[in-house]
């Protein structure tokens, strides 16, 4: 083959190659990743591994992960078609990690408690419940969004009697006095809003001191768009800027 | 007998600079606090924490790599070059050498994990404290560590690439070998074979260091743990000097 050839040839092999590299663009440019649901959870024994042995980086990247879990291929996915039960093994693997942050708890409590379904949020009750019991600062709180969401949310007035007791006997130093009311509170016959609105008002006046302010953008943000209509919302105080 | 040579030592410093290791590595430490902090700032509550903690475990990572790949080649090349005969010819000994160079790349490490130091420090400085301090030394000591080992690994392994891949299995292994031995002595093991594996893998955990209690990325955060200062420094010196001794004897073995 001479030199005029050989180029020519190379020349037709490179916009081959090139036309089948389109054609396979053609083929993968419909193509998303599918959302598997929530995914397997790994072993205690194994979670850091992917971090090489960083217990504290495995729980933040996990972190990310639960928290952009319905975000696949561009498309978001509704919380009912969540597998709760399996994120919630998730989250006591991110408590294995680090039982210290408030992170999950707080995806649990404000995010993922959003689910239509509200039967579907049963585990996630009760995984605040449990970590709400432990002495730690501020974890009762998880207890008393646990009793919030059971009275308010799943109107299940027992399960929420059962954690407002549980609530109230907590002997942690540093615990507002309302929490002792908290039985009182479940039972009152009060609306529905207007109860939810003073639980949460009491937790985030309680905490807000010792808070990040993201924290308490989350909580407002919680009051004024999720239990406030637009109009109470307008003249809300807590609604209001700079709060 | 001269155990170190300043010349070789600066010779080496100035092989850092002119190889633009310093200059890249500054650039990727910045580029890595400037991903954490966007990625960290994606997280609803908790943001200071994600960025210490993507930071810190980022830049950890990319510091050893940058180091080792700088030692690695740069003795590998120093072999190919014949800059090592070169050397050796000169009234330098084998023992200066093996110690000048060993100085040279610890001295990188340590304005590494300066750097490293203060990029943390830049990321989140609210929420600085002794556990930066803590973990600031212990990457030092970490640097030091794979240094050390990235120039035994080249003097003893004939190519570059091998020897980083080696260097860098060492320090996976030592990063996981907490869990390994969590493992190993779980009581999960019963069949002999599994028992004869878990028995090789306490024996070559003998001579790994346990870089999984250095460095912890929960120290920026909740301050410092159990770990102590004189751990780590121990730690830091004894692997490095069995390192160090391991390639004086495998030079002072060698014909040239």
Known sequence: ?243 | MNILSWPTVKYVLSAAVRDRLIITLLAVISLGTALSVFMGTAAYIEKYQFVLVFSAGGLRLLSVMGLVLFCVFFIRRSFDNKDVDYLLSRPVSRTGFIVSHALAFSMIAVVLAAACLLAIYLAAPVTFGMGHVLWGVSLMCELMIMANAALFFSMVLPSASTSAMAVFGLYILSRTIGILLGIVMSGLVDSPMMKGLAFTMKFISLIIPRLDLLTQTSWLIYGTGNIGLMFIMAQGLIFSGLLVTAALVDLVRRQF
């Open chain 1, 1 to 243: 083959m001479n030199r005029t050839h050989e180029k020519r040839a190379i020349f037709a092999a490179f916009w081959l190659m090139m036309l089948l590299n389109v054609a396979v663009w053609w083929h993968a440019q419909p193509l998303r990743a599918t959302w598997g649901n929530v995914p397997p959870v790994p072993s205690q024994a194994s979670a850091a591994l992917m971090t090489l042995g960083d217990k504290q980086m495995a729980y933040r990247t996990y972190g990310l992960l639960i928290q952009n879990l319905g975000d696949a291929g561009g498309a978001a996915r509704a919380f009912k078609d969540y597998d709760y039960n399996r994120l919630t093994k998730w989250f006591w693997l991110e408590d294995y990690l680090d039982p210290k942050a408030n992170f999950i708890p707080a995806l649990a409590a404000y995010y993922f408690s959003a689910n239509q379904d509200h039967e579907a949020i049963d585990p996630i009750i009760d995984y605040l419940a449990e970590i709400g019991k432990r002495p730690d600062p501020q974890k009762w709180r998880w207890l008393a969004q646990g009793v919030y969401l059971a009275r308010f949310v799943q109107h299940d007035y027992n399960k929420a009697l059962v954690l407002a007791n549980e609530l109230a006997a907590l002997d942690h130093p540093g615990l507002p006095t309302w929490t002792k009311q908290m039985p009182a509170f479940v039972m009152m016959q009060e609306g529905d809003k207007e109860g939810a609105y003073q639980i949460m008002v009491n937790i985030l006046g309680s905490q807000m001191k010792s808070l990040q302010q993201a924290e308490v953008n989350f909580m407002r943000e919680y009051i004024c768009d999720r239990i406030l209509s637009p109009e109470q919302k307008e003249t809300d105080p807590i609604c209001q800027d700079p709060y």
